[in-house]
């Protein structure tokens, strides 16, 4: 005799936020993300995506390359076992703006109780400018580091309103869809919200960028964060997009997934505060701040790529590993500076779960990355590089990193 059986579905290891904002030239070549979360999904019964698409593209995965049809326009829906559900279009919404982003954190919290998710980790999708913020809006303003991560601390406090009995879940992670995320101010910023993880890359990115993929990576090691990092960081720089007659190229020339630990964030920023503090006190004396410029003007700044112009501001942000350990073994610096450098050279590692870089990336005409294993730090070598964007409202000192840490000392000897 046939009995009833109810079916229930699987419980989702992840859920999986994918904010895109297409309000500009990357609309068409970053929709791809959507349909490699498509693919995922529907051989990862474990992740279920939460999107949030602003594009003026067709409906989901219905999409020709560059082809532009009708008004920019916002859609929400989710992704699972290989299915779009939950589709609503609208009027498009304002990505740039922290209200926006922090409803979408709250939403992608509500599905990841309702699916049962044990992790939620939201990616970032858009252009990107390091501790000047990301996000860019058509007229090609940002959205701040700390709106950012404002956002999401709002987002965290709505849906424990609305769900008090599941107050307790948090982002997880973040994937910085976008260039020159992979910064200590960044880094800084989303730990204070919570967030464990940030997988990001120092350097610009290639569109589509960061495959969407990293997803089924997250859902196969949620107990072993080494592993996870490592399968994520592998996935990233495996990945070939095809350029035609050009062959493949790489979404990154580096990228890392950093550890946000508040137990290990404390230790590097309170060695960073205290370098800082001790090369402005010293700086004149014995040559040092003459040492010091010299040191940061040998470690060659982010944006690395024939094209790259010398006003580009990112040139001021340089690999934090690698400017501390220049400064630990320069012989001509009295011990207690190079002890200093080398403690926070040593805590800022520690901060690195998983990290690949190139040594010769050619889509950037074989620029070398080799030093760039691990987060960057702001380190203006001109007054101009400061704040270069200041008087447009974008500025890359006005976060509590670079305050906590003393880092006007450190721009004070550079600058």
Known sequence: MLQNVTITPARRSLEFGIYRDGDNNLDAIQESTLSQALQTSARDS????????????????????????????TDEYTISDGD????????????SDEANLARFVA?????AQASGAKQTWIDLVDHGGGDGGGLETGDGSV??????????????????????????RSIDGVVANQCLMDTMGFADALSRTGVRYLAASPETMLGPGVPSGVAHA????????????????????????????????????AFDVLDLDPAKMRPAESSIKRL?????????ANGVRGIVREDANAIQGMVRFPGASKDMPWRADRPAIAFYDTLAGDGRLDARLRNDAGAAAHAVADLVLAHRESDEFAPF??????????????????????????????VETKNAFYKDVDKASMTGVLA
């Open 46 to 73: 474990r992740i279920e995506f939460t999107v949030e698409d602003t594009t003026a593209l067709r409906q989901p995965f219905d999409r020709a390359a560059g082809d532009k049809v009708g008004r920019l326009h």
């Open 84 to 95: 779009v559900g939950s589709l609503r279009s609208q009027k498009a919404a304002d990505m």
């Open 107 to 111: 939403r992608t919290l509500d599905n």
């Open 143 to 168: 959205m701040s580091m700390p709106d950012i991560a404002k956002a999401i601390s709002d987002g965290l406090a709505m849906h424990a309103a609305a769900h008090p009995d599941d107050a307790r």
């Open 218 to 253: 997250i859902a196969s090691h949620e107990n072993d964060p080494k592993a996870m990092a490592t399968n994520v960081v592998n996935d990233v720089m495996r990945t070939k997009y095809d350029a035609g007659d050009f062959g493949g190229f790489g979404p990154a020339a």
């Open 276 to 284: 800082n503090d001790d090369v402005g006190a010293e700086a004149g």
């Open 365 to 394: 005409g074989g620029a070398d990355y080799s030093d760039a294993a691990g987060p960057t730090i702001h380190l203006p070598t001109t007054r101009y590089q400061i704040d270069p964007w200041a008087s447009a409202g974008v």
